[in-house]
């Protein structure tokens, strides 16, 4: 019996260690998936196809994603810090927003307002 609890103590004692490492592991690399959403126009109506460019501004390292058919985006493994993330697709207004990252995942719904047109006609009349 002695044997038996011994190798219990000795698999728990295991398990403990393991869990503790590979967090500790994880809180060292300082990276995780963190930043997630969708983008829409002023409707609700997903905008698939859309560029979205985040900006880690203490190097000015950029990753550029489009969205997916649902308007769905996702940035994988950042770093905490600041960052400014970008959006544009053909037709809308582009969307910039600043975001601080602190290691808690971060969703945002972006939407995008349709892009204003102007025009400027001359007309010249001789006569």
Do not use: C, W
């Not at 809180?27 to 998936?33: D, E």
């Not at 859309?50 to 950042?78: H, P, V």
């Amino acid at each position: 019996m002695s044997a038996i609890r011994a190798s219990r103590y000795g698999f728990a004692l295991f398990v403990v260690l393991t869990v503790v490492n590979l967090g500790l592991l994880r809180a060292q690399s300082g990276t995780t998936s963190a930043l997630s959403g969708v983008v829409t126009d002023p409707t609700g109506a997903v905008i698939p196809g859309a560029k979205l460019t985040l900006t880690f501004t203490s190097s000015g390292a950029q990753r550029t994603i489009t969205t997916g058919a649902e308007g769905g985006f996702l940035f994988l493994q950042l770093t905490a810090g600041d960052y400014i993330l970008a959006a544009e697709a053909p037709g809308f207004a582009a969307s910039i927003r600043q975001l601080t990252y602190v290691g808690v995942p971060i969703h945002l719904n972006i939407v995008l307002s349709a892009a204003s047109s102007h025009r400027e006609v001359m007309v010249n009349r001789n006569q």
